[in-house]
């Protein structure tokens, strides 16, 4: 899964941390705590695009906004195909 946070002025790579709880930059700090990892917490997400979900990202730290976090899947029909065909449930016949 590829992860980028988008900010006011780039477009910063993010890995996923292990537990799967942030998305982190060893390059980056945050703007508010200043604190380096820069690590980011997507707070609900939402599909954007045919095969993009995008959520409002936090400092992991300070909890303070620091952009927009978005996360490309692997999707065969798009998200939203993919999601309705999850709520219906399998049928087997
Ligand atoms: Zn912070």
């Known amino acids: 899964m590829k992860v980028t946070l988008v900010t006011e002025h780039a477009r910063i790579k993010m890995k996923v941390a292990e537990n799967g709880e942030f998305a982190e ?3 980056h700090r945050c703007p508010h705590c200043m604190e380096k ?3 980011a ?4 997400k939402r599909i954007s695009s045919f095969d993009t979900y995008s959520a409002p990202a936090i400092c992991y730290s300070c ?7 978005e996360s490309k899947m692997k999707t065969l029909f798009g998200l939203e195909e993919d999601e309705r ?4 449930g399998v049928r087997i016949y």
């Open 25 to 27: 930059s060893a390059e």
């Open 37 to 39: 990892p820069l690590r």
């Open 41 to 44: 917490r997507g707070t609900g």
């Open 63 to 69: 909890r303070r906004e620091v952009g927009t976090l």
């Open 85 to 88: 065909v999850l709520r219906s």
